[in-house]
């Protein structure tokens, strides 16, 4: 970029700020719609030239848009902007313990296109390759420009290597999957752990990016968190992943305690339902039945005071503000509050669930690169990319 063009994009304001200004405003529309520019400035505390400067490159390159003038309380028209969801996408990549699930979302974090395919969870390679397939195939049927593929994966992360350093539910160690997507596709990857990429995707697409002290929970085939303190210069984003499968908990029968990790994930409560002689083969099927048959109703009880022991544990230690509790954790409003009814130390208004229901793990993988391309600022990125 020339310094002519560099001084007509970042006008008097410093480039780092200019960053800082433009992700802030991308994010607040792609999670309130349209907005006037005068709601623009108030929110983001800057002055209407500002504001203007900011906007009319992202109007020219078609990510912004401009509604009908809307008669204002005093003086000028509204003149609300709101994202065009259709000017860029992402394609998104869940690998699961038996699925993996491909993608394509728009910039406002609406799945578009999604599609699912069984597979031999030990075969990691036949895994990679597949999925960079699906990518490949996912990213040609966009209606516009893809940013790239973003990848979300249990266990231990390597973010900036893309690689998944371990995952004992798949028995991976030591897997490269960037290099292999990118090598196929031609696009950027960004590859992260389940927890990280769903607490980004409810900064980015959901409860907004001046959320602080707010803990996600995920609860699955895995136990992982994702935390996100005051700004600090940890990890992407100040985002912390973590494990809380060691964390003691009744066990699902009422035979003593042990750890989440064996007793409380979706596989340990699925064997339960079978073991109890429910005819459940996913998770799905057992919250079905649970809205009559008892058995299936005490299990999910029991469930929730697993997540309650854990929620008041990692409360204790943190002190969020929030906690979201994703994945099968909370599957409904009902179960929410049975872990809500269930917890000691944790306010129970704390307790939330997360607020991206549609394909949340797709979409969070997606949210990987759509929050890398709002954060860089866009037109520092190169805004017609």
């Given at each position: 970029?020339?310094?002519?063009?560099?001084?007509?994009?970042?006008?008097?304001?410093?480039?780092?700020?200019?960053?800082?200004?433009?992700?802030?405003?991308?994010?607040?529309?792609?999670?309130?719609?349209?907005?006037?520019?005068?709601?623009i400035a108030k929110e983001l505390s800057l002055n209407h030239a500002s504001i203007g400067r900011i906007i009319e490159p992202l109007l020219a390159a078609g990510i912004l848009r401009e509604l009908a003038e809307q008669p204002g309380r005093i003086g000028r028209p509204r003149v609300p902007v709101e994202l065009n969801p259709a000017s860029?996408?992402?394609?998104?990549?869940?690998?699961?313990?038996?699925?993996?699930?491909?993608?394509?979302?728009?910039?406002?974090?609406?799945?578009?296109?999604?599609?699912?395919?069984?597979?031999?969870?030990?075969?990691?390679?036949?895994?990679?390759?597949?999925?960079?397939?699906?990518?490949?195939?996912?990213?040609?049927?966009?209606?516009?420009?893809?940013?790239?593929?973003?990848?979300?994966?249990?266990?231990?992360?390597?973010?900036?290597?893309?690689?998944?350093?371990?995952?004992?539910?798949?028995?991976?160690?030591?897997?490269?999957?960037?290099?292999?997507?990118?090598?196929?596709?031609?696009?950027?990857?960004?590859?992260?752990?389940?927890?990280?990429?769903?607490?980004?995707?409810?900064?980015?697409?959901?409860?907004?990016?001046?959320?602080?002290?707010?803990?996600?929970?995920?609860?699955?085939?895995?136990?992982?968190?994702?935390?996100?303190?005051?700004?600090?210069?940890?990890?992407?984003?100040?985002?912390?992943?973590?494990?809380?499968?060691?964390?003691?908990?009744?066990?699902?029968?009422?035979?003593?305690?042990?750890?989440?990790?064996?007793?409380?994930?979706?596989?340990?409560?699925?064997?339960?339902?079978?073991?109890?002689?429910?005819?459940?083969?996913?998770?799905?099927?057992?919250?079905?039945?649970?809205?009559?048959?008892?058995?299936?109703?005490?299990?999910?009880?029991?469930?929730?005071?697993?997540?309650?022991?854990?929620?008041?544990?990692?409360?204790?230690?943190?002190?969020?503000?929030?906690?979201?509790?994703?994945?099968?954790?909370?599957?409904?409003?009902?179960?929410?509050?049975?872990?809500?009814?269930?917890?000691?130390?944790?306010?129970?208004?704390?307790?939330?669930?997360?607020?991206?229901?549609?394909?949340?793990?797709?979409?969070?993988?997606?949210?990987?690169?759509?929050?890398?391309?709002?954060?860089?600022?866009?037109?520092?990125?190169?805004?017609?990319?």
């Amino acid at each position: 970029m020339s310094e002519a063009d560099r001084a007509q994009l970042s006008g008097t304001q410093p480039r780092h700020a200019r960053q800082a200004n433009t992700a802030a405003m991308l994010q607040l529309l792609a999670q309130r719609g349209p907005v006037a520019r005068s709601e623009i400035a108030k929110e983001l505390s800057l002055n209407h030239a500002s504001i203007g400067r900011i906007i009319e490159p992202l109007l020219a390159a078609g990510i912004l848009r401009e509604l009908a003038e809307q008669p204002g309380r005093i003086g000028r028209p509204r003149v609300p902007v709101e994202l065009n969801p259709a000017s860029r996408y992402a394609v998104g990549v869940h690998l699961g313990l038996e699925r993996t699930t491909v993608g394509l979302t728009d910039l406002a974090g609406h799945c578009v296109l999604a599609h699912t395919e069984d597979r031999d969870p030990a075969d990691h390679l036949g895994t990679v390759a597949r999925a960079a397939e699906l990518a490949a195939e996912m990213a040609g049927s966009a209606a516009g420009p893809v940013l790239g593929i973003g990848v979300a994966v249990g266990g231990e992360v390597d973010r900036a290597a893309g690689r998944v350093v371990r995952n004992d539910v798949l028995g991976w160690a030591d897997v490269q999957v960037a290099d292999r997507l990118r090598a196929r596709t031609g696009l950027d990857v960004v590859v992260d752990g389940n927890a990280c990429a769903l607490l980004g995707a409810e900064l980015t697409f959901g409860a907004g990016p001046g959320l602080h002290s707010v803990l996600y929970l995920f609860v699955g085939n895995v136990a992982e968190l994702g935390f996100l303190g005051r700004p600090v210069a940890t990890g992407p984003d100040g985002i912390i992943q973590g494990s809380f499968g060691r964390i003691l908990v009744p066990d699902l029968t009422g035979g003593g305690y042990a750890r989440f990790g064996e007793c409380g994930t979706d596989v340990a409560l699925l064997a339960a339902a079978r073991s109890a002689g429910l005819a459940v083969t996913t998770l799905t099927d057992l919250v079905r039945l649970a809205e009559t048959d008892p058995v299936a109703i005490g299990l999910l009880e029991a469930r929730g005071a697993q997540v309650a022991v854990v929620a008041d544990t990692v409360f204790e230690l943190m002190r969020p503000r929030t906690i979201i509790l994703g994945g099968s954790g909370a599957v409904s409003d009902r179960w929410l509050q049975v872990v809500r009814d269930r917890v000691e130390a944790t306010p129970p208004a704390a307790l939330v669930r997360p607020r991206s229901r549609d394909n949340p793990l797709v979409t969070a993988a997606a949210g990987l690169v759509v929050r890398a391309f709002f954060a860089a600022g866009t037109v520092w990125a190169g805004v017609g990319s």
